[in-house]
């Protein structure tokens, strides 16, 4: 497993804001595509482009193009919070959803949606979660696209705990993840502190419901 971390004053000052409890949903929403911009933009350093020959206005242009297929697979909820800024960035990906929760009581991933069509695998599966916890729901994810065939996954996760990101090292081997923040460990109900609270409850104005 390759952990990238972006240290970035900028991430740092966005990341503090959603933190703040009193932080609403509307700017939650906005700050987490702010930092999702971020985090694709590091996840995608390294994508194999071909050649591709254009003419401009002037002249011919020997330039490049992406040559992988590549999947964006939101984990539902919280991860749908990501994929505007990512689909923007990469107009022309393939959306596949997947539909986790983790049970209050045993913090187990629970699978409720999952319709990866059997054969034809993308090359580079991007994970999108904004949290990784325990690391269940990302174990659970990693596994579900390498049985489809995907070559490559990567994870796009906005705060992580050091529990998960080791359960991750032990289980994934050639995962790559890319977070905003490690932060210091998960309390006795498996949140991450300091955390900045339930992120798909944030997202979408179901806070008050628990
Ligand atoms: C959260 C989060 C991850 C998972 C992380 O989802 O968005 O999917 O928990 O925990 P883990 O690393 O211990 O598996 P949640 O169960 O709150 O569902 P939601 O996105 O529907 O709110």
Redesign the pocket.
Known sequence: MNLQVIEHPVVRHHLTQLRDRSTPPEQFRAIVGRLTSLLVFRATEHLALRDRNVTTPLTAFHGHELSQSIGLVP?????LGMIDPVLSLLPTAEVWHLG???DETT?Q?VEYYSKLPPGRPVDVAMVL??????????VLAYHTLKRWGVPHVKLLSIISAPE?IDRLRQECPDLEVHVCAVDQGLNER?FIVPGLG????RIFNTSGHH
Do not use: E, K, V, W
């Open positions: 984990i539902l909820r919280a991860g986790l929760y983790r913090s991933p979660d904004p949290m990784l916890a325990t690391g269940g729901s990302a998960g498996n339930d992120a798909g409850d």
